[in-house]
């Protein structure tokens, strides 16, 4: 079957959030990421299996139906049915576009990914960072831009609020947030010409690199798995992150998260 779906954008946006790798074993379980507390940030762990494994499942797989796992298609959040086919068929992960969310978000995304193929469920995600990227703040509340978090609220309050709207989430479906962002910014925006302006923590990367840790842990408490952006920044180098090798992926470069996500458009292969 063809992943081109009538009425939205043609293209569709590589996974590179390649922390969880579902698969379906006949003794095994899936569990999700478990929720913490403050003090004992929760991990993101899969329920063991004695029987098989996600390499041994994975191997009996096509090389169409693998490929179909690295694949996130795009959606309105107000007619997510409308990728009924593509979940069906494998896709790995659905991204919620809109402003505003339907109240009943929650009963759709389960009708949704019961159409997964062999039960094994796409990551179900969105962008909530706050402020002026706010994809469904009707359902889980309002969150100040990062800027404005930085500027008036302690690392504990945005693990706190991250936490809250990280459990709204998940109660409505959505389990992998994008966001925070960790570029440095402390110009105006998001605009034309500065995509990320408010969006960002700071330009300090002291900064950036607390609050932005803080955020992502709040989510993880919740269940919610967070994204941190972008790599490569938006931005010219001397204004973004230092992401430094040190031997490891660039998510652990990500204030220890594992997911990353680059901006829309081509970009280099990230280091090894």
């Known amino acids: 079957m063809s992943l081109h779906h009538r009425g939205r954008p043609a293209g569709v946006t590589t996974a590179v959030v390649g922390v969880i790798l579902v698969a379906a074993c006949a003794n095994g ?26 390499a041994q499942v994975v191997a009996g797989w096509s090389l169409r139906r693998q490929a179909r796992q690295t694949i996130v298609v795009p959606v309105q959040e107000t007619d997510v049915a409308a990728v ?26 389960k009708a949704l990914t019961r159409q997964a193929l062999d039960g094994i469920a ?17 359902l889980v509340g ?4 990062a800027r404005t978090m930085a500027a008036t609220m302690t690392p504990r309050e945005v693990r706190q609020l991250t ?25 105006v ?9 408010t969006r960002s923590f700071s330009l300090n990367s002291g900064t950036a690199t607390r609050y932005g840790i803080a955020f ?19 931005v010219k180098p001397p204004r973004t992150l230092t992401w430094r090798r040190r031997g490891r992926s660039p998510g652990r470069c990500c204030g220890g998260t594992d997911c990353c996500r680059s901006p829309p458009r081509s970009t280099p292969a990230c280091p090894r």
């Open 216 to 234: 992502a842990r709040g989510l993880l408490d919740a269940g919610v798995v967070p994204v941190v952006k972008h790599f490569p920044a938006w």
């Open 189 to 197: 925006g998001p605009n034309a010409s500065n995509p990320d302006g």
């Open 122 to 138: 796409p990551m179900v995600m969105t962008d909530e960072e706050g402020g002026a990227v706010q994809r469904m703040a009707n």
């Open 29 to 54: 379980s899936i569990a999700p990421p478990g929720r913490g507390t403050e003090g004992q940030p929760a991990d993101l762990t899969l329920a063991a299996s004695t029987t098989c494994s996600n």
């Open 84 to 109: 009924d086919a593509e979940v069906a068929a494998g896709v790995g992960g659905v991204i919620l576009f809109g402003s505003r969310a339907p109240t009943d978000l929650g009963t759709r995304l």
């Open 142 to 145: 309002s969150m100040p831009s």
């Open 163 to 187: 936490r809250r709207v990280g459990t709204r989430m998940r109660d409505a479906g959505v389990t992998v947030d994008l966001a925070p962002v960790l570029d440095l910014d402390n110009g």
